[in-house]
T-cell receptor, first 113, second 114 residues
Framework: KAGVTQTPRYLIKTRGQQVTLSCSPI?????VSWYQQTPGQGLQFLFE???????NKGNFPGRFSGRQFSNSRSEMNVSTLELGDSALYLC????????????FGPGTRLTVL | AQSVTQLGSHVSVSEGALVLLRCNYS??????LFWYVQYPNQGLQLLLK??????LVKGINGFEAEFKKSETSFHLTKPSAHMSDAAEYFC????????????FGGGTRLMVKP
């Protein structure tokens, strides 16, 4: 079974630009969560989508947004990029069942110059 | 609100020695606790999770962790370190068994000396 895939794996943008990251969950998984990992703040929850609806949201500004499509693939968008948005963005998928486990993708490394 | 504290951002052990990575949590509800490992340039891999069944949880690669409510701890151990265990380890807490909306600790980088 294929794992969680994230594209692109690496991305370089400049301040003020916007970026879209993509996550394809494991087949059959309908929940997709996004996390930001930085050296200073560590791993922080961004948001979770299930059945095309945002179910939970972390403490991030409105510049961070996401969506989920009917095939469970998810995208996250960051507008008006700031230097502090440089991070590894991780996506995780699960069935959201009570005994299930989240499986993480390899991440997208975003560098903002 | 939930929080996780991992004592020691760096831990160094010799190959064959005991591995002990410390994790303390704070939660206003019965917690579900997780340990993840991250190898360089990779995502997170689940080692084990506590979901209110047995307090001693066995995971992959010979790791185990014991949930101690009185100490609000969930320390990770492995009897004998292997070079391949060198990685960063994260303790996390969630209000759901599936581990959605994880709150992570700051991580502990484990170094294994030959």
């Amino acid at each position: 079974k294929a794992g969680v895939t994230q594209t692109p794996r690496y991305l370089i943008k400049t301040r003020g630009q916007q970026v879209t990251l993509s996550c394809s969950p494991i087949s059959g998984h309908r929940s997709v969560s996004w996390y930001q990992q930085t050296p200073g703040q560590g791993l922080q929850f961004l948001f979770e989508y299930f059945s095309e609806t945002q179910r939970n949201k972390g403490n991030f500004p409105g510049r961070f947004s996401g969506r989920q499509f009917s095939n469970s693939r998810s995208e996250m968008n960051v507008s008006t990029l700031e230097l502090g948005d440089s991070a590894l963005y991780l996506c995780a998928s699960s069935t959201r069942g009570s005994t299930d486990t989240q499986y993480f993708g390899p991440g997208t490394r975003l560098t903002v110059l | 609100a939930q929080s996780v504290t991992q004592l020691g951002s760096h831990v160094s052990v010799s190959e064959g020695a005991l591995v002990l990575l410390r994790c303390n949590y704070s939660s206003s509800v019965p917690p579900y606790l997780f340990w993840y490992v991250q190898y360089p340039n990779q995502g997170l891999q689940l080692l084990l999770k506590y979901t209110s069944a047995a307090t001693l949880v066995k995971g992959i690669n010979g790791f185990e962790a014991e949930f101690k409510k009185s100490e609000t701890s969930f320390h990770l151990t492995k009897p004998s370190a292997h070079m391949s265990d060198a990685a960063e380890y994260f303790c996390a807490v969630s209000e759901s068994k599936a581990g959605n909306m994880l709150t992570f600790g700051g991580g502990t980088r484990l170094m294994v000396k030959p």
